[in-house]
């Protein structure tokens, strides 16, 4: 077993070194943390990644534009619309197409779904490292029902390519509206408020949680995190109101910030909580969306798709909102081939993971599942 | 010691509350699906097993510059031009002699950019889901055959005096092939073409 | 036992009645206890996948109830793997000490008026002493598997029983003195009357609490969520039990069941009325001939192992030194208070066959709990459609 740069000389007499291997019970994927412990206290740790490599980056330059998409997908495979309209955002900067306003709403209806369905399993998957099995299944009931509409509108249910250079791939269907309403209606009524009385707000999750991985706003900033993770620590910063795109400044939301209310701010629980109530804003959004698409006409989706993807001799970096956080590409393109040059993704679990070995200092090893599990990582986007 | 007070309290309350939650569950619709003998219907533009009709492909090659995995190959050969001409469902020529159409589905990820291209539809994704095979070369699926019955005769000709009205898209004749087509893409028209042309 | 006794003929020698009275009874509850687990494995799966939403398992027999039988016979047909340097014979006698500390305990748990296997006068110290010997059996587990993990998780394991042992020693101290007799059958004939009597709603706050308090503490006994750190899942030590492969896994999986059972059925003699049925004057108590004393038992100790079931899966797990700061500083504490609270009152003449509302408040307390129960059935509503699809409809 590999340790890089620690040598026997560094251990004192009582630590231990632990591998918590690439095989987790956990479900965040194959992430290796090497950990030296003193009993059951933490010293320092050192996550090793890489175990999900698959060399998006490289890929993207052998294939053509549109083709980028279904890799993109793939990256963060939780919430995959969110990576595709990062990257058809970016290649449209490029081409410097408008999209009508028919393609923003929906493209806003989707992305504001995916998140809904993204924090189910964030949440879930949280509650479950703490112990409570319970809320993982509600939650990922309705997050199947979520994956049913967009089953119904494009084909697909984990892996889309849905949000196009230009436009979308299908158009809504008939009735989609009405089961987004009644869908949303049911979880703002039934499944959201008995996941705060469930998981949230009981005792000893909260004493579980409230209290470790307290991440202070300087840390935050200065390892740049960025989405729920920063705003657990309290500055509300949030792409959709700081730098609107697709639409967004037509919509009415908060920002929501970890309170503190529990424990010291930014802790594991402010973190969640801002997952949670940014569920019920999402659905929000989700409504006036709808609104305002009823009283469009429909228009073509593919109108604006070009035939041919082939910008000229620039590059672009374009952030949005994923639901983990900033998710930015950076494209160059060399104005000869229809293949980027180079696309090169700013990935915001990366940098979420990168504060790991900060606050796991002086925890328990019990804990470091409940702070992974905070950060809210997903390996296929950390690696690509 | 009052926090300590409230703190039991809290813990109690909590307790109870997520307990009378979890009771309600027990007695609410259970929405698993029974799977072999309960099957949803999956909605038709689920992008499941591919299809590729033979009889109607001109061989232009554009679903195997689409594919963002290079899963499809393709080998065209001209056609001799003194055979019969033979056209496709939508009246295109068909050029060219397809004498490998192989699809690996293996490698295939689903992603459904092949179809759009497709200047006569022939390619499309059906939503057969239960293809699993226990040898992975069965994956390998050959759509070229031998004895192919192409229509000899332009369905879209505007020269004969009682021409069906344009537009209209003829029914597609039975396949030997599984799962029966889905009507074309969303819109009317020619299908764009995001790849390269 | 005595009811055997005097079955066999006064010809056979006297060591052969004893040996038979004390053989069948204990068979009998050897039998009963053994098949035990099997429906309580069962039933928590089925509970479990119920209140989230999905049906539990439904393929092996019909609604699967064979499910546990089919379990079984694969846990015994497993290898069992012995890891390099275990101590053989502490390897071996571990789980079957583990098993032997739960089944010990219901001995002295009276099913009927006569209908125990062996009525000890010191029935409640009994039942204390013996359910400690698990943790020597757990001890020896962990030590014996040569794996620092396992040791750790023992130590814990340990610890947490031990540490919840004394609140509820407290709590039975205060129903010993109430009863003022350490035999469990005495203290299930001090309940006889009806809902009133049982020792649940004495005193009215203090000796529901003092259930509670025994409750949680039995929970923890049983390493059940939310204590279940020896054995939780998704942590790193998978507890003391992780060398253990094949039946020897099975044994102490039944022993965790049974000592569920067993701190069930005790907490349902002290303080829910034992055998006796709940409505006053005897009804239901026989029918015809045959005493339902035994069922009413039974059903009392399935409902609290039905509640113990429903906390694991409602609660998040608590973490180990959380877990000794509630048994050492809020259940403790409490339960000292209780203790001489109780004394107190029992000393003072005016108070001391319990507060004057007693005798109504327990029927208040029951239907109000009752009623809440099937108010929130009726209520549990979630669409009746699944399909997203028929929604717009």
Known sequence: ?384 | MIQWFKDVWEGFWTVLVGMKITWRHLFTQKVTLQYPEEKWQLPPKSRMRLFMKYEDCIGCGQCARACPVQCIYIKADKRDPKATPIFAANGQPIKLDVTVFDIDMSLCCYCNLCTYPCPTDCIYMTPEYEFATTDLTNHLYHFAKTGAKFLTVNPKAPAKPAAPPAGAAPAAPATPKPAPPTPAPPNGGTPPAPAGA | MDLFFRLFPEAWPDWLRVALSAAIPAVLLLTFMAVGPIVYVYAERKIAGFMQDRLGPTRVGPYGLLQTVADAIKLMFKEAIYPTGVDKKLFLIAPCLVVLGAFLAMVVIPFGGKAQVADLNVGLFYVIAVSSLSTVGLIMAGWASNNKYALFGAMRSAAQIVSYEIPAVMILLGIVMIVGSLSLQDIVLYQEGGLTHWLLFRYFPIMPIAFVIFFTAGLAECNRTPFDIPEAESELVAGFHTEYSGFFFAMFFMAEYTEMFVISSVASVLFLGGYWSPLPNHILQHIGPIGLGPLWLIAKAWFLVFVMMWLRWTLPRLRVDQLMYVAWKVLLPISMVLVVLVGGLLMIPATRNGFPWDRWVGWIFTLVIFGALIAWMAGARLSKKRRVQDLAA
Request: charged letters at 25%; proline letters at 5%; hydrophobic letters at 40%.
């Open chain 1, 1 to 384: 077993m590999a340790s890089y740069g620690w040598r026997v000389d560094d251990l004192d007499t009582d630590e231990m070194i632990l591998n918590m291997g690439p095989q987790h019970p956990s479900t965040h994927g194959v992430l290796r943390l090497e950990l030296r412990t003193d009993g059951e206290v933490v010293r320092a740790a050192r996550p090793h990644i890489g175990y999900l490599h698959r060399c998006f980056e490289k890929h993207a330059e052998n294939v053509d534009y549109p083709g980028v998409i279904p890799y993109t997908d793939r990256m963060d495979y939780v919430a995959s619309m969110g990576n595709s309209l990062g990257y058809a955002l970016a290649v449209e900067t490029l081409l410097k197409i408008e999209v009508s306003p028919y393609v923003q709403t929906i493209r806003v209806i989707m992305a504001e779904l995916q998140r809904i369905a993204s924090h189910c399993v964030a949440v879930g998957t949280y509650g479950m490292d703490i112990g409570a099995f319970t809320p993982f299944l509600h939650l990922l009931r309705d997050r199947e029902k979520i994956l049913d509409m967009f089953e119904w509108t494009c084909g697909a249910r984990l892996l889309y390519n849905y949000n196009w250079v230009g436009g979308l791939s299908h158009d809504l269907p008939e009735g989609f509206v009405k089961a987004c309403r009644q869908f949303l209606r049911e979880f703002e009524a039934i499944t959201y408020p008995e996941l705060i009385d469930l998981l949230l707000k009981n005792k000893i999750f909260v004493k579980r949680t409230a209290n470790i991985g307290v991440c202070p706003v300087e840390v935050a900033v200065s390892y740049d995190l960025t989405g729920p993770n920063l705003r657990g620590s309290g500055p509300p910063r949030d792409l959709r109101k700081d730098a609107p795109y697709s639409g967004y400044e037509n919509y009415e939301f908060q920002v929501c910030v970890g309170k503190g209310e529990f424990g010291p701010l930014g802790s594991c629980f402010d973190r969640n909580w801002v997952r949670t109530v940014e569920m019920a804003e999402s659905a929000k959004i989700v409504h006036q969306a709808l609104d305002r698409l009823e009283k469009m006409e429909r228009a073509d989706v593919h109108e604006k798709v070009p035939k041919r993807v082939k910008p000229p001799k620039s590059e672009v970096y374009s952030r949005s909102e994923a639901p983990r956080g900033q998710l930015g590409y950076f494209i160059v393109a060399d104005g000869t081939g229809v293949n980027p040059y180079r696309v090169k993704v700013k990935s915001p679990c990366f940098t979420a993971m990168s504060v790991f070995h900060v606050l796991s200092r002086g925890m328990y090893i019990a804990d470091i599942i409940a702070l992974i599990g905070s950060l809210d990582v997903v390996l296929g986007e950390i690696d690509r």
